[in-house]
T-cell receptor, first 115, second 114 residues
Framework: AQKITQTQPGMFVQEKEAVTLDCTYDTSDQSYGLFWYKQPSSGEMIFLIYQGSYDEQNATEGRYSLNFQKARKSANLVISASQLGDSAMYFCAMREASGTYKYIFGTGTRLKVLA | NAGVTQTPKFQVLKTGQSMTLQCAQDMNHNSMYWYRQDPGMGLRLIYYSASEGTTDKGEVPNGYNVSRLNKREFSLRLESAAPSQTSVYFC?????????????FGEGSRLTVL
């Protein structure tokens, strides 16, 4: 069965520094997608970045990059040059491509950026 | 540019009452989902509908029913609300995974059961 694990309930980072949020996953499928979402205190879910299991290069979107290590089944989110507005809850998610299209989420990491 | 619209945004129920959360998307997506979010638990899938006319159970379906009314609408019903169903509920939709297949979320519905 699919499973997403985020082992860091909370993280602190100094403004302008980089931070890595950990995510490991478990699946028996060869084809799957990995996603990161941001949830600010206002509550909406904001899509950040996507990585396909067959993508050979790590995904990047502006200050966000996904450090994809397929053999280790990890999909860590790296935020460079942190800003105060990055303070939020971050969720890692996975979708298996075979059949059901279910999306499974981790428990999230709360990031606080310090001035 | 509406995207995914959920109603109501807030609701307070008494134990045993029933209610329906409505969700509609205007992006012509095939798949729709209902999640609940509880502190420390992340988002847990209640039910989903991979296409019009089909629905399937997710991780936590007990106490809920769903209806995929048409391609646009996917409702979640609580027949007899319990305090354990106090939560924030999110509806989401996605296109089939021919593209990135990201989930598009509604703004959430905060439900309190007394």
């Amino acid at each position: 069965a699919q499973k997403i694990t985020q082992t860091q309930p909370g993280m602190f980072v100094q403004e302008k520094e980089a931070v890595t949020l950990d995510c490991t996953y478990d699946t028996s499928d060869q084809s799957y997608g990995l996603f990161w979402y941001k949830q600010p205190s206002s509550g909406e879910m904001i899509f950040l970045i996507y990585q396909g299991s067959y993508d050979e290069q790590n995904a990047t979107e502006g200050r966000y990059s996904l450090n994809f290590q397929k053999a280790r089944k990890s999909a860590n989110l790296v935020i460079s040059a942190s800003q105060l507005g990055d303070s939020a809850m971050y969720f890692c998610a996975m979708r298996e491509a075979s059949g059901t299209y279910k999306y499974i989420f981790g428990t999230g990491t709360r990031l606080k950026v310090l001035a | 540019n509406a995207g995914v619209t959920q109603t109501p945004k807030f609701q307070v129920l008494k134990t045993g009452q029933s209610m329906t959360l409505q969700c509609a998307q205007d992006m012509n997506h095939n798949s729709m989902y209902w999640y609940r979010q509880d502190p420390g638990m992340g988002l847990r899938l209640i039910y989903y509908s991979a296409s019009e006319g089909t629905t399937d159970k997710g991780e936590v379906p007990n106490g809920y029913n769903v209806s995929r009314l048409n391609k646009r609408e996917f409702s979640l019903r609580l027949e007899s609300a319990a305090p354990s169903q106090t939560s924030v509920y999110f509806c989401a939709s996605s296109q089939d995974p021919s593209n990135t297949g990201e989930l598009f979320f509604g703004e959430g519905s905060r439900l309190t059961v007394l």
